[in-house]
């Protein structure tokens, strides 16, 4: 931890177009080997790991301070990104004391910066994991993705941002759509269902799950299956996108 | 506007408690006399109209503040509030010129802090009509009231942040109860009926607003009517109150 100082001297001369007190987290899920994932970086000198964020520029609103973070955290261009929750407790930015005592100690002024209160805009995003190229951010030296299972601690209050971001996507599955920013284009039923039931943390009854599913009209089933050969191999749907946008928009029952 | 400056100035001594670049909207709905209606304070000098609203405290977090701020305008505590979304575009606080000008030709440095950048996190809040006292604050001379036909053109993005709020209840309607925290502990099918048309903004055919309503299970039918002599009195109903709460929970369809 011995170098912290130099980074965070290294990165004055960019806080000063900053906005105080204002920070953004953003909770990243992507879905791979039927796993939900969640992009994470690793500090360099704690090795903690830690929500990708950042800081709001005096020209940028906040959707566009969270779409240059995810920029530079993924590659990716017009992610499906939404606010969620800001977390505002003014206890949550105190550091671990080892970290604190090594900003304090530092002769420049502007570490106070780090040291401020500030309150964070939670963001969540889905995004096509085959196409984010996990990249570390001025403060990490690891940007990478974790199965819920594989996520321990993380800084601050990341681990409740984390899981108040999770518990929005639970609550959204009860009238909203999700899936097509997280699935290939043409996806089975099984991979469909698994999706839910990392996201619900718990396993779903195969022939229920598939007949709610199909009665709200958001899938078209194709005539493929998943692959040439086999005689079981499950067929390939996709979404029907007019009918998805409409749901996102009313809800999954339609409007009044 | 002549004495605007004097008021800022009054105020000054209160800034420094405040965090910069943050402050709160409130949308506080209560519904009276069948109309769905918004509390408003109108500012002492330049007589517009702008939603309740505040700053935070240094040592407060965002939903201690925004209670404190419906605490003042209304007398009430406890108040049904959600945080909806936050408004950051960078010109959001620029203000009418007049206005500007007798700011910026203050000799109080402190009038910087009302010059500055703020994001705001917007509240809407589900109130009480009969029991809210509604009460201005320190920048404005009335609080009132209004329906949403009466409401004309308010300070800042102030508009935006209404319709915001509106169009997040109109999407709950979708799936979630309400009227909880805004009738009377018993009332008429009409009644209910009429919250969500204003809500809505348009009329609801009554035999299936009732059929709808009554599949969710989160009403109970009284032996009661509405008054005691009229033959065609309507029936009075009141809220199932844990099939009320879970579905605020899981939403008016269950959960997976």
Chains 1, 2 share one sequence.
């Not at 965070?8 to 953003?26: G, P």
């Not at 206890?91 to 401020?116: C, M, T, Y």
């Not at 990490?140 to 996507?169: F, G, V």
């Not at 943390?201 to 007949?211: V, Y």
Request: glycine share 6%.
């Amino acid at each position: 931890m011995q170098n912290i100082r130099t980074v965070t001297q290294n990165f004055d001369f960019h806080t000063h177009q900053f906005l105080n007190h204002i920070s953004l987290d953003c909770v990243v899920f992507g879905f791979h080997d039927n796993q939900l994932k969640v992009l994470l970086i690793r500090m360099k000198y704690t090795k903690e790991w830690a929500l990708p964020g950042g800081f709001v520029k005096e020209d940028e609103s906040l959707e566009v301070a969270a779409n240059r973070v995810l920029k530079d955290r993924t590659g990716l261009d017009n992610i499906f990104l939404k606010q969620f929750k800001v977390f505002s407790e003014p206890q949550r930015s105190d550091r671990n004391p080892a970290v604190k005592d090594l900003i304090d100690s530092g002769s420049n002024p502007d570490h106070e910066w780090f040291n401020q209160r500030f309150i964070s805009i939670g963001f969540y995003a889905l995004v096509d994991f085959s196409k984010a190229e996990p990249t570390p951010d001025f403060f990490s030296d690891l940007c990478a993705w974790k199965t819920l299972d594989e996520i321990n601690t993380l800084i601050l209050d990341h681990s409740q941002i984390l899981n108040k971001a999770l518990e929005t996507l639970r609550l959204q599955l009860n009238y909203q759509p999700l899936g097509y920013n997280l699935l290939a284009d043409k996806f089975t039923m099984p991979e469909l269902q698994k999706l839910y039931e990392t996201i619900l943390g718990k396993e779903l009854d195969r022939r229920n799950f598939q007949r709610k599913m199909l009665s709200y009209g958001i899938l078209n089933k194709l005539q493929e299956r998943k692959t040439g050969g086999a005689h079981k191999a499950p067929y390939l749907y996709e979404f029907n996108l007019e009918n998805y946008q409409k749901a996102l928009q009313n809800g999954l029952f339609g409007g009044w």
